[in-house]
């Protein structure tokens, strides 16, 4: 495990890799990526999501989850589940029985 001070040191180190960040403000639904060994999903604090600045440079690598209007937001591990399920499916759950 590694650990970062800033996600545009995650970027440093991995400049290849394929970012995916999540939000409800997002307009691309998480089942409309086709994911890809290697891919990051980066998922904010449950109370605040991730910072505006960061999504807003990185707008075209925002995904959401679906959901009623009148709900605000899912809780975090749900909401990782629910996507990081979707990217193992699609990528045959590699390491997975």
Known sequence: MHYYDAF????????NARFFLTSTHA????ADVRYQDGDFIVFGKETAG???ALLSRREKDTIRIPMRPEQ???NLSNSAAIVLYEALRQTGFPGLR
């Open 50 to 52: 991730l910072g505006k």
């Open 72 to 74: 605000r937001s899912l």
């Open 8 to 15: 545009e040191e995650v970027e440093a180190a991995y400049p």
């Open 27 to 30: 307009t691309r639904s998480y």
